[in-house]
C-alpha cells in the first residue's frame, strides 16, 4: 500500500471511530443521522438574536420549490430557521465539512476533511505551518479566509443592506431524499454561512489565554493525526475531539460555546447593520476578529503552550476500543465493518458496494470462530463413513397441474435497506406454464427522509413482471427470479421535482423463494430485491434506488 492510500485508509479510520465512537460529547460538527451539530446549534442562536433587533435579518420568503428544498435538508432546522435566509445559512455552516457530500458518506467525507489545502477553512493548521511561527500563520490564514468569505456576502446585499433573494450563488447540497443538487441560494447567506463556519472552529481547534478565552495562543493540527507523522514541538498539538462539545460539560467548553455564539452573533450584526457603508462593514468584521481571534504569542512546547487548561482533556486514541480476550479484536473488528457497510452503502449506488464490506465481516466472524487451541476436525475413513442420504422427490408446491393456465392474486410488502422505504403491492398473475408467470402490479412507495421529519407520499409505481420458476424435485419450495417494468408517479413536491411527474420504474428479484402454505396460497420472499422508480426524466432527473426485503402472498384461482 503507497503512502497516499495509507493516509486515505487512516482518514477514513478516524472519520468513522468519531462518528461511532463520539467522546462522550456532541461535537463542533454538523448534524448527522448520529450526533447533534453543533454549528446548526451555535448558527441558530446567533441569527435568532440578531433577528430580534435587526430588521435586515428579517425572514426571507420561499417559493414552492424553496420550500421543498427546506423540508428535505439532511437535518431538522428549529421552526425560525425554516425560510430561505435561515435554512441557506445553515446549510452553508454545514459546507465547509460536507462539500455536498452526504453526512453519512464517512469515505467522501473523510476525504474533505483531510484535504491539505482547506485546513484554514476549519481553523486548523496547514502542513507547512510549523513552529516557530505556525500559530501566527494558521490564524493569520483563517482570518484570511472569514475576511474573504464576509467581503463576498456582502456582494449579495442590495442598496438598502438587505440580502438580495435576487443576487444567487450556486451551492451544491446533498438533501435527505433528493440527493446531491446544486441549489441557487442568497448569495450574504451562502457565503456568511462559510465563514461563520471557520469562525466557530476557531473555538474547538485552538488553545486560548486563560483571561477568558477571547485570544488564540496555539493553533491544533489534525493533517499530522491523520499522516500519521505528528511532531507536536514542530506541527503543535494534535486535534482533539474533547473540545469539540458543545453540550456545556465543564465551564471551559460552556464558556467556548458562548464566545463563539457571540462572535457569531457580532458578524451577523456587523454584516447587516443599516447605518454602516461597506467598507464601514469590513472595518468592524475586522474588529470583532481582533477580539474574539487575535492572536497572542509565547505559548511554546517547552512551555507545554502555557500550561493551556485545554491539555486537561486526553487526546482519544485512533483505536476505537480495546480487546478482552483472544477473539474480541477480530469481533470488534468485525461489527465496525458492519456498521461502516450501512453507512458507506448510500455511496456504492450499485450491488457490490454491499456484498464486499458483508463479505469481510462474514469471513471475520467466522474466522473468529476456530480458535488457535482447537483441534481440526478428523476425516472418517471411508468404511466407517455413514451411508449416503436417501432422497424421494417430494410434490412440487402449487397448482394441482403446475402446466395449466390459470389466474392469480398476489399482495406483498417491503422494506428498503438504503434510501429508506416501504411498499405496499396487490397484484395480478397469470400462470402461463410451469415455469412462466406474468404479472401486473400496483404499489404505493412512500419514502422515509433521513432528517427524522414526517415519512414523505413517494411515488405510486405500476408495472408488469415477468417471472421465471424453477421448481425443485426434492424440497418444499421453488425458486424464482423476476423482472419488472413499468411508470412511477410522483406524490409530493421535491426540490426540482414537482407532485405529478410521471417517469417509469424498473425492478429486479435475481432470487425468490415460495412456499406453499396451502393449496391455494404461496408465501414468497424475495430476499433482495432491487427497484428503481424514477418520477422525473426531464431537467435533473429524479431517482430513488431501493434495495428491498419484501414478503408476501400469491393465491392461485385453479
Request: aromatic content about 6%; glycine content about 8%; proline content about 7%.
Amino acid at each position: 500500500m503507497n503512502p497516499n492510500s495509507r493516509a486515505k485508509a487512516r482518514r477514513s479510520v478516524l472519520v468513522l471511530c468519531a462518528v461511532l465512537v463520539p467522546a462522550g460529547a456532541n461535537a463542533f460538527t454538523v448534524s448527522s443521522p448520529l450526533s447533534q451539530g453543533c454549528h446548526e446549534l451555535i448558527t441558530s442562536q446567533a441569527l435568532r438574536a440578531v433577528r430580534i433587533d435587526t430588521p435586515n435579518a428579517m425572514p426571507l420568503a420561499t417559493n414552492a420549490n424553496e420550500q421543498a428544498l427546506v423540508q428535505d435538508v439532511q437535518f431538522v432546522p428549529d421552526p425560525d430557521m425554516k425560510d430561505l435566509g435561515g435554512t441557506t445559512l445553515l446549510l452553508s455552516v454545514r459546507d465547509n465539512d460536507l462539500k455536498g457530500r452526504s453526512s453519512d458518506d464517512l469515505t467522501s467525507l473523510a476525504e474533505v476533511h483531510g484535504d491539505p489545502n482547506n485546513q484554514q477553512e476549519h481553523c486548523l493548521r496547514a502542513a507547512d505551518q510549523v513552529e516557530p511561527g505556525g500559530s501566527a500563520s494558521a490564524v493569520a490564514a483563517c482570518r484570511a479566509f472569514i475576511l474573504g468569505r464576509v467581503s463576498q456576502a456582502l456582494d449579495g446585499l442590495d442598496a438598502q443592506g438587505v440580502p438580495d433573494t435576487a443576487s444567487r450563488t450556486v451551492l451544491t447540497v446533498h438533501l435527505s431524499i433528493r440527493g446531491q443538487m446544486d441549489a441557487p441560494l442568497p448569495t450574504y447567506y451562502v457565503r456568511m454561512g462559510q465563514a461563520l463556519h471557520a469562525l466557530q472552529d476557531s473555538f474547538s481547534h485552538a488553545y486560548r489565554a486563560a483571561d477568558g478565552g477571547m485570544q488564540v495562543t496555539v493553533i491544533l493540527n489534525w493533517l499530522g493525526i491523520v499522516n500519521g507523522n505528528l511532531v507536536e514541538s514542530r506541527d503543535g498539538p494534535a486535534h482533539n475531539a474533547n473540545l469539540d462539545v458543545c453540550n456545556d460539560p465543564d465551564p471551559l467548553r460552556t464558556q467556548r460555546h458562548a464566545l463563539a455564539t457571540l462572535a457569531s452573533e457580532a458578524v451577523l450584526r456587523a454584516t447587516l447593520n443599516p447605518t454602516l457603508t461597506r467598507d464601514q462593514k469590513m472595518t468592524a468584521v475586522t474588529a470583532v476578529l481582533d477580539t474574539y481571534l487575535g492572536y497572542s504569542p509565547g505559548c511554546t512546547f517547552a512551555n507545554q503552550w502555557c500550561q493551556a487548561p485545554e491539555r486537561q482533556y486526553v487526546v482519544s486514541s485512533l483505536g476505537c476500543g480495546s480487546s478482552s480476550g483472544p477473539g474480541s479484536g477480530v469481533a470488534a473488528g468485525a461489527v465496525l465493518t458492519l456498521i461502516g457497510a450501512v453507512l458507506l452503502a448510500r455511496k456504492g449506488r450499485g450491488l457490490w458496494g454491499w456484498a464486499r464490506p458483508v463479505a469481510v465481516f462474514v469471513a471475520l466472524v467466522s474466522g473468529s470462530a476456530v480458535k488457535a487451541d482447537e483441534p481440526l476436525p478428523t476425516v472418517q475413513s471411508a468404511e466407517h463413513s455413514p451411508p449416503p442420504p436417501v432422497t424421494q422427490v417430494v410434490a412440487e408446491p402449487g397448482l394441482r397441474d403446475p402446466s395449466a393456465v390459470s389466474w392469480g392474486a398476489s399482495a406483498a410488502v417491503a422494506a428498503s435497506v438504503n434510501n429508506a422505504a416501504l411498499a405496499g403491492t396487490l397484484g395480478l398473475r397469470l400462470h402461463l406454464s410451469k415455469h412462466w408467470t406474468l404479472g401486473l402490479s400496483g404499489e404505493w412507495n412512500p419514502w422515509i427522509p433521513l432528517n427524522g421529519t414526517a415519512l414523505r407520499a413517494g411515488v405510486v409505481n405500476i408495472y408488469g413482471s415477468g417471472i421465471l420458476r424453477f421448481p425443485l424435485a426434492y424440497e418444499n419450495f421453488n425458486l424464482r427470479v423476476t423482472a419488472s417494468l413499468g411508470a412511477s408517479y410522483l406524490l409530493s413536491n421535491l426540490y426540482g421535482a414537482g407532485a405529478g411527474s410521471l417517469g417509469l420504474y424498473a425492478g429486479f428479484s435475481p432470487l425468490g423463494l415460495e412456499w406453499k402454505v396451502s393449496r391455494l396460497f404461496f408465501l414468497v420472499i424475495n430476499p433482495l430485491s432491487i427497484a428503481l422508480p424514477v418520477p422525473q426524466l426531464r431537467g435533473v432527473p429524479l431517482d430513488y434506488p431501493q434495495y428491498r426485503f419484501s414478503i408476501g402472498l400469491e393465491v392461485s384461482f385453479s
